[in-house]
Nanobody, 125 residues
């Protein structure tokens, strides 16, 4: 499975960005795709995930109500729409696949098998 992340950039606080993660190399598609992020000097943290088998989603408390994860079946892509961005959302965002994803929880990074390259998101005035 190969994952290609895209869509990062720089925005002002309150702005929006959409990240995309395109999956290839699997005939049925990965069972789950998740987004993690890592800010400078901090550990990588869970952000959101999409379970492609049952369409259930998970959001970290820090992004609930602001971020929306969705899937484009035709393109085998999972997108993360990020609204009302805050400076504390600044980080390198990574997509990963085949880890646990339920409405109540998302597996830690070591439970996800395949990783895309990171994409930088900077929120600053």
């Amino acid at each position: 499975v190969q994952l290609q992340a895209s869509g990062g950039g720089s925005v002002q606080p309150g702005g929006s960005l959409t990240l995309s993660c395109a999956a290839s190399g699997s005939s049925s598609g990965p069972p789950a795709i998740g987004w993690f992020r890592q800010a400078p000097g901090k550990e990588r943290e869970r952000v959101s995930c999409f379970n492609t088998r049952n369409s259930r989603t998970y959001y970290a408390d820090s992004v609930k109500g602001r971020f929306t994860i969705s899937r484009d079946n035709a393109k085998n892509t999972v997108s993360l729409q990020m609204n009302s961005l805050k400076p504390e959302d600044t980080a390198v965002y990574y997509c990963a696949s085949e880890g646990p994803c339920t409405t109540a929880s998302m597996g830690p990074q070591n439970s996800y098998t395949y990783w895309g390259q990171g994409t930088q998101v900077t929120v600053s005035s």
